[in-house]
T-cell receptor
């Protein structure tokens, strides 16, 4: 079955810096890669997702890149702000199969 | 207008008790899920239903029994609660079984004493 590894587990940056979180997956048939943000005590919420027919997707300050050959994908946050502080989860799945989550990255943005 | 709602938000109970968590979605989605998030924040799927039919059943003790009376509701009943069941349980829904965005409920924090 699918296995998703996520790094780093903790990331501290200064406000305005960029943050990058990386994930690798094991199932070459996976075709959907979402990223979820979970603020303290809240529910996970989708912030961006990418499908296997696309190499990169951007939405304002966040972007996701996918390298199918290497089976890894990354989340990039530019111009970080204190409100970006949260736990971020990557995930991978293929159609009709379960979504497998990474172990999470705790991002702390200091003012 | 809460899209995915769960009750209760907090549940504190003694070992050996039986408890239920209810989930409802008003998004018209076909597929619903139960996830367990442990103290290390790891999110793991437990069950998935599509149009009231069980489609994913992970390696979960049979003390956990999901029930879907209709496609808008997915409840979770837990028998003989154990200390290790303490966690946050999230319900989620998605439009179909095809991989797409999952909408999570607010979570139920279960504490077993």
């Amino acid at each position: 079955g699918e296995n998703v590894e996520q790094h780093p587990s903790t990331l501290s940056v200064q406000e305005g810096d960029s943050a990058v979180i990386k994930c690798t997956y094991s199932d070459s048939a996976s075709n959907y890669f979402p990223w979820y943000k979970q603020e303290l005590g809240k529910r996970p919420q989708l912030i961006i997702d990418i499908r296997s027919n696309v190499g990169e997707k951007k939405d304002q300050r966040i972007a996701v890149t996918l390298n199918k050959t290497a089976k890894h994908f990354s989340l990039h946050i530019t111009e970080t702000q204190p409100e970006d502080s949260a736990v971020y989860f990557c995930a991978a799945s293929r159609s009709f199969q379960k979504l497998v989550f990474g172990t999470g990255t705790r991002l702390l943005v200091s003012p | 207008d809460t899209a995915v709602s769960q009750t209760p938000k907090y549940l504190v109970t003694q070992m050996g008790n039986d408890k239920s968590i209810k989930c409802e979605q008003n998004l018209g989605h076909d597929t619903m899920y139960w996830y367990k998030q442990d103290s290390k924040k790891f999110l793991k799927i437990m069950f998935s239903y599509n149009n009231k039919e069980l489609i994913i059943n992970e390696t979960v003790p049979n003390r956990f029994s999901p029930k879907s009376p209709d496609k808008a509701h997915l409840n979770l009943h837990i028998n003989s609660l154990e200390l290790g069941d303490s966690a946050v349980y999230f319900c989620a829904s998605s439009p179909t079984q095809v991989a797409n965005e999952q909408f999570f409920g607010p979570g139920t924090r279960l504490t077993v004493l």
